[in-house]
């Protein structure tokens, strides 16, 4: 079985398939243009620059598009690279998909979204805050459960909203067994909930960005207004609904991190914390996975501009 791109080390010849992720022009010291090409396959990504013929390769190479590159893996400011001697791109019939080379997450979206709906007709009990955490999820299911939960740093991959979302579950679970004063109802509906926005708020699966509304809105205010929409659909009042909202709008935990207000009930604060917790971790799974032990991560800008060491023992 052959590596990924992500596995290869400084010195080693690379001959497969790559997905084109991102593309961007720059001018070089001599004024000349140049491409910057983002490829990738389930492993992760590399960058391989393209010097030559820069227009040609801009209409052959675009973002989602599929490449064959023979080339060397070099390092450069201590990120390694993709030295290219040949690329071409992949026509159709060649039966190499997009799929074939995304990261996805470890567990397939179907079985994470089964495992979501098991919790909110077993676990939930309170009437209204079932039909409410259904009907959203309900609405959303396709895309939740092949969607990203971010653009980068964490869980930016196929079907990671829904792992971020299991992974949190797991947690809630545990913290209610231990603190059997929380209120499973809220905090498993929270943790379901405060993310959904974020369908809304991105766009296409690879090289993820923002949409017009995400912009302008954010998915914070916009799983809070789903809330309201499917509470009012389904004839629902009540503290239910407003609490429903606070955990949502208050999952960043600060002001400052982009939630419109703090956590005041228990379960909204426990809520950021886990939501905290499985970021940070996959996070550090992410940049540890293709660490030799003994060595360090590159600096990681969500944790603090910090580099993390791979312990040897």
């Given at each position: 079985?052959k ?11 690379f ?6 992720k ?7 010291r001599?004024n000349?243009?140049f ?8 492993s992760g990504?590399?960058?391989s620059k393209?010097?030559d ?7 052959y190479?675009p973002v989602e598009?599929i490449v064959e590159?023979?080339?060397?893996i070099t ?15 992949v026509?159709e ?13 470890p ?5 994470l ?8 007709n077993t ?9 409410i ?8 299911e ?14 930016a991959y196929?079907?990671?909203l ?8 797991r947690i ?14 809220l905090?498993?509906?929270?943790v379901?909930?405060h ?5 809304r ?14 912009k ?7 799983i809070s ?8 659909s389904l004839?629902?009042i009540?503290e239910?609904?407003?609490l ?30 886990i939501?905290?917790v499985d ?8 940049a540890?996975?293709d660490v030799?032990?003994g ?6 800008y969500s ?11």
């Amino acid at each position: 079985m052959k590596k990924g791109i992500a596995n290869y080390g400084v010195g080693e010849n690379f001959q497969g398939f790559l997905l084109v992720k991102k593309v961007q022009k720059g001018i070089a010291r001599n004024n000349n243009e140049f491409l910057t090409l983002t490829l990738g396959d389930k492993s992760g990504d590399i960058e391989s620059k393209v010097w030559d013929n820069v227009e040609q390769a801009l209409a052959y190479y675009p973002v989602e598009s599929i490449v064959e590159v023979q080339g060397v893996i070099t390092e450069f400011q201590g990120k390694k690279q993709l030295n290219s001697n040949f690329m071409r791109a992949v026509t159709e019939d060649e039966h190499v998909t997009v799929a074939d080379l995304l990261q996805s997450a470890p567990v397939s979206g179907n079985d994470l979204l089964e495992k979501v709906y098991e919790v909110i007709n077993t676990d939930i009990q309170n009437d209204k805050i079932k039909a409410i955490t259904k009907d959203v999820v309900q609405k959303f299911e396709g895309d939740f459960k092949v969607y990203p939960a971010a653009s980068k740093n964490h869980h930016a991959y196929v079907s990671g909203l829904a792992y971020h979302t299991v992974g949190m579950l797991r947690i809630a679970e545990s913290f209610c067994s231990i603190y059997p004063e929380l209120n499973k109802d809220l905090l498993f509906a929270g943790v379901i909930l405060h993310d959904v926005g974020k369908i809304r708020e991105y766009e296409r699966i690879v090289n993820t960005e923002y949409s017009f509304e995400g912009k302008l809105l954010g998915h914070i205010s916009m799983i809070s207004e789903e809330i309201g929409m499917s509470a009012q659909s389904l004839g629902i009042i009540g503290e239910e609904v407003t609490l429903l909202q606070h955990l949502v709008l208050s999952h960043h935990g600060k002001l400052e991190w982009g939630s419109p207000v703090q956590p005041i009930i228990m379960e909204a604060e426990i809520l950021h914390l886990i939501d905290m917790v499985d970021a940070k971790m996959d996070t550090l799974r992410t940049a540890l996975r293709d660490v030799q032990p003994g060595s360090f991560t590159e600096r990681l800008y969500s944790m603090g501009n910090r580099s993390f060491y791979k312990p040897s023992i």
